[in-house]
């Protein structure tokens, strides 16, 4: 059972334009949202989290919206660079008890010059 | 340098066999988590160790088994190896146990020929 569909699978964007990745979560329970970049050779890195009581939040170029009737969050990367091509990958959890995170299956970004 | 430690880095094994993955946590840290990484599942959590103690199992084999021993470094141990079992496997760490900011190691990428 995927508690966490993520898409697009991959995506190309252009340098300089708003790459968008999208999840979906099934659990209602699920109170903590963190994105994770991993690049080749890699372990995945936290790159931003967002909790279900703010609609939206931003870092830098990176920014989470979060729509908790929708039970959907996606991942928007402002003035896309090269550097940021890598796999993005969605998570959920549970804060409180002993909950683990349900990851889902990456997007890999390609960011063109 | 996310400073948790895996090794190794590469192992090819043959199917039946038992290899055993190794993981320091970050200094500070003391939870551990074990994650399978391949192409058609994705990140699959295997099981999370907390100050020595089994915290939370996920999808893991009964063939598989982990530990955390007294210094808080991690063992998983995969026997009677199937090909099916080729891929990245990562540890993680984190200071509570809590899911919160998970720092991967580099990844051990097993190939059972």
């Known amino acids: 059972q995927q508690q966490v569909k993520q898409s697009p699978q991959s995506l190309i964007v252009q340098k300089g334009g708003i790459s968008i990745i999208n999840c979906a979560y099934e659990?209602?329970?699920?109170?903590?949202f963190p994105w994770y970049q991993q690049f080749p050779g890699k372990g995945p890195a936290l790159l931003i989290a967002?909790?279900?009581?703010?609609s939206e939040k931003k870092e830098g170029r990176f920014t989470i919206s979060f729509n908790k009737s929708a039970k959907q969050f996606s991942l928007h990367i402002m003035d896309s660079q090269p550097g940021d091509s890598a796999t993005y990958f969605c998570a959920a959890s549970m804060k409180s008890g002993y909950s683990t995170l349900t990851f889902g299956k990456g997007t890999m970004l390609l960011v063109s010059p | 340098d996310s400073g948790v430690t895996q090794t190794p880095k590469h192992l090819i094994t043959a199917t039946g066999q038992r290899v055993t993955l190794r993981c320091s946590p970050r200094?500070?840290?003391?939870?551990v988590y074990w994650y399978q990484q391949s192409l058609d599942q994705g990140l699959q959590f295997l099981i999370q160790y907390y100050n020595g103690e089994e915290r939370a199992k996920g999808n893991i084999l009964e063939r598989f088994s982990a530990q955390q021993f007294p210094d808080l470094h991690s063992e998983l141990n995969l026997s009677s190896l199937e090909l099916g079992d080729s891929a990245l496997y990562f540890c993680a760490s984190s200071v509570s146990g809590e899911n919160e900011k998970l720092f991967f190691g580099s990844g051990t990428q097993l190939s059972v020929l």
């Open positions: 200094s500070g840290d003391l939870s």
């Open positions: 967002i909790r279900p009581d703010v």
């Open positions: 659990n209602t329970a699920f109170d903590y």
